[in-house]
Structure formats: C-alpha cells, structure tokens
C-alpha cells in the first residue's frame, strides 16, 4: 500500500524561473549603488529572505546603509521585479511541471505550493495554474525561512496530510534540508553533488513520474 498521499512543491526552479528576474532587479539595484553584482554572487542568494540578501549585496559593495534606507532599497528591488513578474506568460511554466502538476491531480495526490514568496499567487496566477494547487503556502502565511520545515508543515497540514505522507519539489539545498528536518521524503531540482540528502535528484519535473514518485 503506497503512502504518499500529497506533493509539495517550491515555485522558484521548480515551477517557474523567476531567478533571472531577482538577479536582474539586484544588478540594477547593485549599479545604482555604485557597484556591479555577479551571477556567482546571485547564487549565494538562493533561498535567502530578501532583507538577508540585501545585506550581503551591500557587504559585498562595501556599502553601509541605515536600517531605514535599507528598508527602501528592499521595496525598490521589489518593485523592479514585480514589473517583470507583470509582463510573465504562461509559456513561462519550466518543462514537465504543468504535465506532472496534472498527473498528481489525476491518480488523487493532493497539491500545494510551498515557497518563501510573497508573490506566488501573482506568478501562479499569470503563468496560469492555480486552480492545479489545493493549497498555497508562502511568504504571506508562514515567517520562518527555509531551511526551517514551517512551510512544509503548513503545506501538509493544508493538504490534511502526516509529513511522511508528503514528497516535496525543491531546487535550494535550504529547502532540501527543511524537508529533511520536516521528515518528508524530497526530490531534488538540480545537481546530485550539490542537492545532498534527497531521495531522488532530476534535472527538472520533465524527468518525473509516478511511478519514481511511488518508489521513493
């Protein structure tokens, strides 16, 4: 008797790729201070709470900011991204997802988002697909970061799920660790070498099935 019983799944690398934007938004951010930001440097912000990433951007520019004039910066790199997050499209959904998304709800899996994002419904709304999740859990729900297990937890219990009836879906080795710490079983998006402790690692949900899924 298989026990999986829902999916959860992270927005960002799984779903959609808005990293580009968030990378794009920081960069500007970064020249107007003065300063370049560079993709290596955008990779050390994966997972990390938009405050957070803040105060490495400007370490890394040597720049000092009050708490207040931080607290601007922070809603003006938002605002750029949201701009770009605006002009979306549904053909914007990464390879597989929407596919998988489907053949979860087909056999009866239960579905949630769980993502540190304050913007997921406005992203799952133009890319299209809300009516594919039972439940969304983001940044607007829950206040603890990855790799703490709240959005998880959240998830399942939205879903009316135990954690070790859940499989999450993540890219960042944070949320890999906060489905560990939730004791949910989690696939990893990504690289085997970096995503250590999932159960299983694909390149993204175009490699995904059901039946991987029940073998995990």
């Known amino acids: 008797m298989n026990t999986i019983k829902a999916c959860i799944f992270d927005l960002d690398g799984v779903i959609v790729d808005t990293a580009v934007y968030h990378y794009k938004a920081w960069k500007r951010l970064a020249n107007s201070l003065g300063f370049d930001f560079t993709e290596h440097q955008n990779e050390q912000l994966k997972g990390v709470s938009r405050v957070r990433s803040l105060q490495l951007i400007l370490g890394w520019g040597g720049v000092t900011k009050t708490e207040a004039e931080q607290e601007q910066l922070a809603t003006q790199k938002n605002t750029w991204y949201m701009e770009m997050v605006n002009q979306m499209k549904p053909e914007e959904i990464l390879p597989g997802a929407k596919e998988f998304l489907k053949s979860c709800r087909a056999v009866g899996l239960k579905t949630a988002l769980g993502s540190a994002s304050k913007n997921s ?40 799920a135990l954690p070790e009836e859940c499989v999450v879906f993540e890219d960042a080795i944070a949320g890999v660790e906060a489905a560990i710490a939730g004791d949910m079983k989690v696939v990893g998006i990504g690289l085997p070498d970096v995503l250590k402790g999932a159960n299983l690692v694909i390149k993204g949900l175009d490699e995904m099935t059901l039946d991987k899924l029940y073998k995990l």
Do not use: C, H, R, Y
């Open 121 to 160: 419904m406005t992203i799952l709304e133009k890319i299209g697909i809300t009516d594919m999740f039972d439940a969304v859990i983001d940044g607007n729900k829950v206040s603890k970061a990855k790799p703490d297990p709240e959005v998880f937890l959240a998830g399942a219990q939205a879903l009316g």
